[in-house]
């Protein structure tokens, strides 16, 4: 089944961080994960509204401002201007779908904290590797609700840290919940971008993540073709079989080294360069909508550490019918090619103007950021 993916309605925003993150320090109201249905988004008004295909992807919220994965992460993303919101779904024991970078939630949360789930530490082999933490399927929702989220890079974000303890793990309900309260005040359509994490991981458990989705998205009113909806994966049988159950728009994720756990798991020796060449990026057009491919394969860094020259990547996506929002770009120094640096101190802030101007030059259609405030206010420097 191919759909159509629709452009997104933009409107400039002009508020800085500072002055957008005084607004927002405490999230909305949480709502119940088994809630009723809610009202559909409300749709922008219009004849002012201008119309521009670039797609600026809140990367787990607003992140390099909020612990990620919060709902005031993501509310902060909706008001400094971002399309989309990104959770990256996993799941309880109990079958609800929260948002969490990892199932392992220890450098996430503060559950080291909390004695009572001490005897729940367990080393898993996840996708390969083993991994020593707590994990979400080891929890109900309602224990999951009494942790509280901390920054995961305290190194390079220590401002972020100052928000340690203050906001619960959010479900996918209550993110889009989230969405749609936003949608109807900011008066333009604010959507969500969920990823599938780790899901050959979760159906060895038996608590596979799809179902789920697919159960939620269909509740809400947002499996249709003219729902803001992104579903991606880095594994690529699940998008196949999502493709038969959603009709919203799939992003096949790839990585500049290794392969899909799916293919790992069933033998399969290709990997994700193999899926970026133009017949890889061919059969990803049978299921897929578009690529979310890590930076670097679009644009290469060379022996410096600066951009080189862009591959074919974005030309060959297009020539399959598929949009291309690489991912991440963060203002840091620790995350810039060499020649946005501006410093040489890792944590301190570099040009992410200058690296998106690039990125787009090569010609990609949105983006992932954890700076959605230097994305937008690029993007209308670009206008």
Known sequence: MKRTVLSRQFVAVTASALAVGAAVLVPAVQQDQQGAAQPETAQPAAADRRQDDFVVVGHRGASGYRPEHTLAAYELAARMGADYVEPDLVTTKDRVLVARHEPEIGGTTDVDQHPEFADRKKTKNLDGVQVTGWFTEDFTLAELKTLRAKERIPALRQQNTVFNGRYQIPTLQEVIDLSKKLSRELDRPIGIYPETKHPTFFQQQGLALEPELVKVLTRNGLNRPDAKVFVQSFEVANLKALDKQLRVPLVQLTSSAGAPYDFVVAGDKRTYADIVTANGLKEVATYADGLGPSK??????????????????????????????????????????????GSAVPAESG??????????????????????????????EAR
């Open 351 to 380: 040009d992410l103007f200058g690296e998106i101007a690039a990125y787009r030059k090569a010609g990609i259609d949105g983006l992932f950021t954890d700076n959605t405030d230097i994305a937008i206010a690029q993007e209308k």
């Open 296 to 341: 670097d394969q679009v644009i290469p860094l060379d022996a410096t550490g600066k951009l080189g020259q862009p591959t074919a990547l974005v030309s060959n996506a297009h020539k399959a019918g598929l949009v291309v929002h690489p991912y991440t770009f963060r203002v840091e120094n620790n995350f810039l090619p060499a020649e946005f640096d």
